[in-house]
């Protein structure tokens, strides 16, 4: 993924803008975050459950994620489900990976 697309620019007798947008479409889907939910139940009350969906983004390790609560940042998905861990029991469930087929 290119970091700064602003030398391009200054070139554009070279490269069109349609370029540029077909360079920016292929880094769009190279770069796509991985999609995840963070679950669980609170210590304190275990009818106190808690749901939130994130994305994770590889290129750059980061990780953001929203609940009702709020809106949080790490460094990981995996980092986000340690911190909910001392909260509650908690499980990370990546949503954009291909379950495997159930057992016969």
Known sequence: ?????LPYYSNMNETTA????AELDQDA?????????LY??????QEETFLAWGM???HSDQALMWGETG????????KLLKTHT????????WLDET??????
């Open 56 to 58: 994770q983004f590889d």
């Open 99 to 104: 379950p495997p087929p159930p057992e016969p």
């Open 29 to 37: 889907r190279d770069c796509k975050p991985r999609l995840f939910a």
């Open 18 to 21: 349609d370029d540029l947008l």
């Open 71 to 78: 809106t949080w940042r790490s460094d990981s998905a995996e």
């Open 1 to 5: 993924m290119r970091q700064n697309v």
């Open 40 to 45: 669980g139940v609170r210590h304190r009350d």
């Open 86 to 93: 001392m909260l509650g029991e908690s499980r990370l469930v």
